[in-house]
């Protein structure tokens, strides 16, 4: 039986400079294909709860591009901000499992991980803010 606090699907990704400076995240569209219909030039809405429980909404647009390859963008502004989120930080999506009477749109949960040096040994934390 699943774990119902458990998400289903995960999709990982760690941070690069340049998606900090601009807060967005970077996904290979295959990796939301099975939640989404993309559209080029179209945006879509994710629904999304932090580990703190604080809901947030993500808008992301999907792209074609031929150097290097078809992706999606999310757009992260106030969360990264409020996240304090920086380079090589790993992020974590989530898909909820669907409680009875939801409607059909589709809840993620988000998890940040940060790695940090203690004792000398370099060590993953959860970014809990």
């Known amino acids: 039986m699943e ?3 458990q ?3 995960r999709i990982t990704s760690r941070l690069s400079q340049s998606e900090v400076e601009q807060q967005v995240l ?4 295959v990796a939301l294909s099975a939640f989404f219909v993309f559209e080029k030039g179209q945006f879509f809405v994710m629904d999304v709860k932090d580990s ?3 809901d947030w909404t993500f ?3 999907f792209h074609a591009n031929q150097d290097l390859g078809n992706y999606v963008m999310i757009r992260l502004s106030q969360f990264s901000m409020e996240k304090g989120l920086k380079a090589n930080d790993e992020v974590t999506i989530m898909e909820l499992p669907r409680q009875d009477g939801e409607g059909p749109c589709r809840k993620f949960k ?4 940060r790695q940090i040096r203690l004792f000398g040994v370099d060590i993953w934390g959860d970014l809990n803010v």
């Open 7 to 9: 998400g289903r699907d």
């Open 110 to 113: 988000i998890e940040i991980k």
């Open 3 to 5: 774990n119902q606090g």
């Open 59 to 61: 808008f992301g647009t």
């Open 26 to 29: 970077l996904l290979p569209f």
């Open 52 to 54: 703190l429980g604080k």
